[in-house]
């Protein structure tokens, strides 16, 4: 099934329900689908499983403030970076 067709019958099959039952059907079929969500951290360890990177010691601590402050302040007011600040 081509996706042109298959937008025609989705477009053909919206003409015939009424918003309050295209919410209903949407609402169902969200509901329907198994949990399958992760926390940001499971996420963050399946990518690095994918692309066979590791964390090391080093890489677990956090970065001093300083960095942050310096990044920040190559920062201009847009968000683009300031190379000659």
Not at 15 to 37: L, Y
């Amino acid at each position: 099934m081509t996706s042109h067709y298959f937008g025609e019958l989705v477009q053909r099959r919206l003409r015939t329900v009424s918003i309050t039952e295209a919410i209903g059907m949407a609402t169902k079929n969200t509901t329907k689908r198994p949990d399958q969500s992760e926390t940001p951290m499971q996420t963050a360890d399946r990518l690095r499983r994918k692309h066979g990177v590791s964390l090391s010691e080093t890489a677990s601590r956090p970065l001093p403030k300083s960095v942050f402050d310096t990044m920040w302040a190559n920062t201009t007011d847009d968000g683009s970076s300031d190379p000659a600040r």
